[in-house]
């Protein structure tokens, strides 16, 4: 499943970027930042400072990783993200319908040329719009 996001990510132009939320100890970007390189930046968000010390130790030689400590949660957590990114609190993605919510929040923008991306790691399943 590694692959085939970053197949779709990969289809984004030159300096796109990219936010993981929940992004854990980093595994998923490591392989996406290796894949797609001209990716202005990869922000890993994560409630875990644990989780964002192990990304931060694994993704170190990469220039375009950002790291970001917030619950995605909580309701402020859009907070803590700065410039470009545009979001609005919601409840965790456990579901399309979650999925559904978070696209359809007023506030957050995926603008063409740009992916929303689900991966449901349970499931290796990727819901793409």
């Not at 980093?26 to 644990?50: I, K, M, R, W």
């Not at 192990?54 to 375009?64: M, P």
């Not at 950002?66 to 456990?94: E, G, I, M, S």
């Amino acid at each position: 499943m590694r692959q085939r996001f970053a197949n779709l990510v990969s289809t984004l132009p030159p300096g796109a970027r990219v936010l993981e939320l929940g992004a854990g100890p980093g595994y998923l970007a490591d392989f996406v930042l290796q894949s797609c390189p001209n990716l202005e930046s990869y922000t890993l968000l994560d409630f875990s400072e644990h989780m964002l010390e192990l990304s931060q130790k694994r993704l170190a030689g990469f220039e375009a990783a950002r790291f970001v400590k917030a619950d995605f949660k909580a309701q402020d957590w859009h907070r803590a993200l700065a410039p470009p990114y545009t979001a609005q609190p919601v409840r965790a993605l456990r579901s399309q319908d979650a999925a559904e919510e978070l696209k359809g929040t007023e506030g957050l923008k995926v603008i063409p040329p740009s992916l929303f991306l689900l991966w449901e790691n349970k499931d290796d399943e990727v819901i793409e719009d």
